[in-house]
Nanobody, 115 residues
Framework: QVQLVESGGGSVQPGGSLRLSCAAS????????MGWYREAPGKERELVVL???????KYADPVKGRFTISRDNAKNTVYLQMSSLKSEDTAVYYC?????????WGQGTQVTVYS
């Protein structure tokens, strides 16, 4: 069982930046994939970024060029650096990890971009 704990959410004005963290209870080095989803009010959960262990990374079109995922294997932590934030980025952001056919989720962290 893998536990994921997100942090770093908050409120920011348009154009601002936030860095989300996802700390895992075990080694992330062995995870087949990790990434982030988000769920905005009244909308379905959508993929933000998927990062495979083999080195492939896919970003959703709305965040390309603005968001960056990174890993710190020593800290078992995945980060999502978000820049040039827009009001449409407002959502609850969920970290996930895939391993041995299982998907694990964090509890989510709220990001609010307000004018």
């Amino acid at each position: 069982q893998v536990q994921l704990v997100e942090s770093g959410g908050g409120s920011v004005q348009p154009g601002g930046s936030l860095r989300l963290s996802c700390a895992a209870s075990g080694s992330i080095f062995s995870m087949n994939s990790m990434g982030w989803y988000r769920e905005a009010p009244g909308k379905e959960r959508e993929l933000v970024v998927l990062s495979l262990r083999i080195g492939f990374t896919k970003y959703a079109d709305p965040v390309k060029g603005r968001f960056t995922i990174s890993r710190d294997n020593a800290k078992n932590t995945v980060y999502l650096q978000m820049s040039s934030l827009k009001s449409e980025d407002t959502a609850v952001y969920y970290c996930f990890a895939d391993n041995d056919g299982n998907r694990y989720w964090g509890q989510g962290t709220q990001v609010t971009v307000y004018s």
